[in-house]
């Protein structure tokens, strides 16, 4: 799905080299005809479901996480048919991404992270990413070579290095980079870091800060971030999920309802406006997926008290 770039050796991984480069995806996952045809705008999901993120492989197939019992749940898109296909540890998923292997990485905000085979369910590795808290494991990107996380609590990403064959690292082997440059942590428990995706040369990755509604270019050799130079565009305020497709950057603003549109260089140090995406049946929509010429987004729904019987649901929007 994504095009391959050039990428560069990163010194901390213990198993080898981490590099940054074109993003692992589920292609490989599931055998889908290659004329699936588009699905409805709006795909429901089951009351109470609480979704944050959303990751799709090469077939039809998304998979949301729960931020209420962390259940993980894989809907066709061509039906809106779907069902819990990994029972939650009853704490939160947050962001997840699926790798070309069938495995699903997912963010699980004070639990760290966690690996979940996607066809049966089963955990097949968990992590405690931050030494510190308050933590909150927010978001994931897949590199061919390392799954990167953030905390929004804590100016650190984190990487999980990935050996040959994709072989998950020990518990121990977790990478911890300190954010530094532009980067200037809120306070508190504000989010900061969230949403995480790489420049469109692979040569570094980005990052959204939510509170302070500023997006960062990222060394992930040293932690160095720059601002990225937007122009005159408003500010990424409430900036969640990031989505790069070519030199295309889109940013999930959730509770503004909104996906704003931008091109960014190839080395990701600034980028231009072009438009901004809304839509009647957006309600706080929170991260973003492709497939086929359409984005599909999780209505997380904030601003509507959670109860076992609340509706939820995913918008289909075209690129």
């Given amino acids: 799905m994504a095009p391959t770039h050039g990428s560069f050796a990163h010194p901390l991984s213990r198993r080898g080299l981490l590099t940054v480069g074109a993003a692992a995806t589920g292609a490989a996952l599931v055998g889908a005809p290659a004329h699936a045809a588009a699905g409805p705008a709006v795909i429901p999901l089951p009351n109470g479901f609480r979704p944050e993120g959303i990751t799709i492989g ?53 639990e760290g992270a966690r690996v979940v085979d996607a066809r049966s369910g089963e955990i097949l590795a968990s992590y405690v990413l931050s030494t510190t808290t308050p933590t909150f494991a927010n978001d994931v990107f897949l590199t061919p070579r390392a799954a990167w996380f953030t905390d929004s609590y804590q100016p650190v990403l984190y990487a999980l ?19 530094g440059g532009d980067w200037s942590q809120a306070p508190g428990e504000v989010v900061n870091a969230n949403g995480i995706t790489r420049t469109p040369d692979g040569s570094a990755l980005l990052v959204v800060q939510s509170g302070v509604g500023t997006l960062h270019r990222v ?100 690129k």
């Fill in 58 to 110: 090469g077939g039809p197939y998304a998979y949301l996480g729960s931020l209420g019992d962390g259940s993980l749940y894989r809907v066709d898109l061509r039906t809106g048919t779907g069902k819990i296909v990994s029972a939650g540890p009853g704490t939160p998923s947050v962001g997840l991404k699926l790798d070309d292997r069938g495995r699903l990485f997912v963010a699980g905000r004070g």
């Fill in 161 to 179: 290095p990935l050996g040959r064959h994709g072989q998950l690292p020990d518990p121990d082997d977790v990478v911890r980079i300190t954010l």
């Fill in 219 to 318: 060394d992930p050799r040293t932690g160095v971030t720059a601002r990225v130079d937007l122009g005159d565009a408003a500010p990424l305020t409430n900036g969640d999920g990031l989505l790069v497709t070519g030199r295309t950057l889109y940013v999930v603003q959730n509770r503004q309802n909104a996906v704003d549109v931008f091109t960014l260089a190839a080395d990701g140090r600034s980028g231009v406006f072009r438009r901004r995406i809304t839509d009647p049946a957006f309600d706080v929509p929170t991260t973003v997926a492709a497939f086929r010429g359409r984005l599909y987004l999780p209505n997380a729904r904030f601003t509507t008290t959670p109860t076992p019987e609340t509706t939820y649901a995913i918008v289909s929007v075209p």
